[in-house]
């Protein structure tokens, strides 16, 4: 026996069940008009390491996030982007189907939902619309 906390990434399956869930995070945002704008790059591969990085390291897995990009500075990174509440809102309906299809337990699902929850908060910039969402006059 150890003394040594289990962390939340151990508890939940690791690497594997992150890899999971960013994989279906972005089948959702490959497709939606709103937020893959938001991805510059032609593939999202890219995004998605950065992501499955960045969690792994906020709940207790290797810190490879730290090392290869430095500290995490989340609306720094973000600020360049037009992330209003319809953004968030969609970021996070992509996020709950693919949470869903992880299919954590209650405690770890409820605990990952909140942080996910107030971080898209965290991350809007502004309240005005999307000007690229907009319909064009006729």
Known sequence: MTDTPISFYDEVGGHDTFVRLVDAFYRGVADDPALRPMYPE???GPAAERLTMFLEQYWGGPGTYSERRGHPRLRMRHHA????PPARDR???HMRNALDEVALSPMHEATLWDYLNRAAVSLVNTFEPDPSLQPKPE
């Open 81 to 84: 982007f037009h992330v209003d």
């Open 91 to 93: 970021w996070l309906f």
């Open 42 to 44: 032609a593939d999202l």
